[in-house]
């Protein structure tokens, strides 16, 4: 039987991450630290490594702005960054609307709401997708970053930095609208930078694996995973898990009781001894 801290080891990390990440773009606002300068969307690590947002980088290429070097660079940087540990990782790891809709998803469960609206989502998880693709059309219509004027991600971000209201605001929303009208809708449906964040976790190394020996059909795993359609191997095959919509936030590998789930670099995974 697992313990405690072998159930809730990686999102423990995953919450000491996205705190830690908030506290030094804070720290850097209001104190001048050098450790981590800047937003979400652009930054500067110890002044001297630049990171910028791919998605705010491509919105701006649509609407006809000229790239500058460090701007590429830092882009470059953080594409690689997600390529090797997943696209996705970004969604529970790094942004700080992940610990509002995880509450609302966590309130849903015990105030009973999800018994009361059934299993089957009424929305699609390709909105997302077409999110993504309006907000590029928008950008080169308008001429402006579209997505990044309306962003509740930037909202909450510079909430919690800088301490504007609206932040606050968007919080509430989007915790409300996950609790009472869609399971994981933010996150999981409309987000368009997750969206574009599960396009480029197609490529990456570092993947949840399925060890269909050990697995004794308990479902644990798809009753917490936010994107629980990517585990469709689970009781088939030993299989890793493909789909760049996996966040690896990990949650399926701590809940699972028979060891039959862990993370592998894509193509290495070598299949794991029952009991191991």
């Not at 990686?10 to 991450?17: E, G, I, W």
């Not at 590429?72 to 940087?77: K, M, N, R, S």
């Not at 907000?135 to 309306?150: C, D, H, K, R, Y």
Request: proline content about 3%; charged content about 15%; glycine content about 8%.
């Amino acid at each position: 039987m697992k313990t405690l801290w072998n159930n809730y080891r990686y999102l423990f990390f995953r919450r000491v991450t996205q705190i830690s990440l908030l506290v030094l773009y804070f720290g850097a606002n209001a104190w001048g630290w050098k450790m981590l300068q800047g937003n979400l969307s652009s930054s500067v690590i110890l002044g001297v490594i630049p990171m910028s947002d791919p998605f705010a980088a491509m919105q701006m290429l649509a609407a006809g702005a000229i790239m500058a070097t460090n701007l590429l660079v830092g882009v470059t940087v953080v594409v690689v960054f997600y390529f090797l540990i997943g696209g996705r990782a970004f969604c529970s790891w790094v942004c700080p609307v992940n610990m509002v809709t995880d509450l609302a998803n966590f309130s849903r469960e015990k105030l009973g709401i999800n018994k009361i609206q059934g299993i089957k989502q009424p929305a699609s998880r390709k909105i997302r997708y077409w999110v993504l693709a309006l907000s590029l059309i928008i950008s080169a219509l308008m001429g402006v970053t579209a997505f990044e004027f309306v962003s509740p991600i930037s909202m909450v971000h510079r909430g919690i930095v800088f301490g504007l209201g609206f932040g606050w605001a968007a919080m509430l929303i989007i915790f409300l609208f996950d609790l009472f009208v869609l399971k994981n809708g933010w996150c999981g449906h409309i987000c368009p930078l997750g969206g574009f964040y599960s396009l480029l976790g197609k490529f990456s190394l570092i993947r949840v694996q399925h060890y269909e020996e050990n697995c004794t059909l308990c479902m644990k795993c798809k009753k917490v995973c936010p994107e629980n359609h990517v585990l469709h191997m689970i009781g088939k095959e030993s299989l890793p898990v493909l789909s760049g919509e996996c966040t690896n936030c990990a949650r399926c590998i701590e809940v699972c009781d028979d060891d039959a789930l862990g993370f592998s670099i894509r193509n290495m995974a070598k299949n794991k001894k029952t009991g191991e």
